[in-house]
């Protein structure tokens, strides 16, 4: 008898990766209107009013129901009990979630799509080719020369290979360590270089909130100038074209309450600590920001977030359009 020759010892064998079996849906105008008939008849048969949070809605069980059609009633229901459901890039496990037109619904056939979760970092939004995250002030967006490991990059970094070892992230804008709010990531490389190199016409919209000292004597304007780095690592503005890049910072003063002010700031370029240097540089700092001439912290913390970030998105050419309300520290100072 022939000897067999294994190649592994027993159990010990490769397991094969098998991909995940994705369905994508966007949902029509004309499934949304037949859903919210049936959500109509339904509050109507249970006799209660159709107003506010019982408006008539498109609810996610239903439409998933007719987007799979195909499937045993019973099956899709577990997809969604059990975590395999997303809308727009977000699981979700709630059978009574409003759609509306145009959401993009996916459903992980194969298994349990991977959660990401973290107190201080928040996935906004995720595709194939990016993630837009909620980064909390204190957090550094990369690893420097001490710390490696507990940065946005690399918490995003190992979910993705949770996923699928092959799996890579690249990092397209950083925020400061002690601003807040929303940055984004690139799952390829082709992504990461469009936004990359087209970075100013790809961003239609970078809006932070800052709470500065003092009142400004104008409501609005914008400081222009060159920025450049002393050997203390500080920023500094210069009229030395050759040493400096230029920077475009417009603000707008929202409220002013208890000797603060709280500003709209938008961004025509994407210099290291822009935004503190020309508040600085203005005669009122941000609060909280010692290293730029504050003399208070009322938040313990620097009063910088990242609200808005409008984009072209690399792959499909969608408006990507994010925003996040103001921190509550913010809200309750002014």
Do not use: C
């Not at 099956?75 to 496990?93: A, S």
């Not at 201080?120 to 995250?133: F, S």
């Amino acid at each position: 008898m022939k000897r067999k020759i294994l190649k592994h010892k027993p159990g010990a064998e490769r397991s094969v990766l098998k991909p995940d079996v994705i369905a994508r849906f966007t949902v029509e105008a004309d499934l949304a209107d037949k859903l919210r008939a049936v959500d109509a008849a339904r509050i109507e048969a249970a006799g209660e009013k159709a107003e506010g949070d019982n408006e008539p809605q498109a609810r996610l069980l239903p439409a998933l129901y007719a987007l799979m059609a195909d499937r045993k009633r019973v099956t899709v229901k577990d997809f969604l009990k059990h975590g395999q459901v997303k809308v727009n890039g977000t699981v979700t496990t709630l059978n009574s979630q409003a759609v509306n037109v145009g959401d993009l619904v996916e459903v992980n056939t194969s298994r349990q799509w991977q959660v990401f979760s973290n107190p201080r970092l928040k996935i906004v939004y995720e595709d194939d080719y990016i993630i837009v995250a909620n980064k909390g002030y204190g957090l550094l967006s990369m690893s420097t020369d001490r710390v490696k490991d507990g940065t946005a990059y690399s918490l995003l970094r190992d979910y993705v290979k949770r996923v699928d070892p092959r799996n890579k992230l690249f990092i397209v804008h950083r925020l400061d360590q002690h601003t807040s709010g929303l940055m984004m990531f690139a799952k390829t490389e082709e992504a990461k270089e469009k936004m990359q190199h087209n970075w100013n016409n790809m961003v239609i919209d970078r809006r932070y909130a800052a709470i500065v000292e003092g009142r400004p004597e104008q409501s609005e304007g914008t400081s222009e100038s060159y920025l450049a780095e002393n050997a203390e690592h500080l920023m500094y503005s210069t009229e030395d074209k050759a040493q400096g890049k230029l920077a475009v910072t417009r603000w707008k003063a929202v409220k002013s309450r208890n000797g603060y002010t709280l500003m709209d700031v938008s961004l025509d370029t994407g210099r290291k600590n822009q935004i503190r240097v020309h508040m600085s540089e203005m005669g009122h700092p941000i609060a909280g920001d010692r290293r730029y001439g504050a003399k208070s912290s009322p938040m313990h913390r620097l009063a910088l977030h990242a609200r808005t970030l409008r984009f072209v998105h690399p792959v499909t050419g969608a408006d990507m359009n994010f925003s996040l309300p103001l921190p509550a520290a913010f809200t309750k100072l002014v």
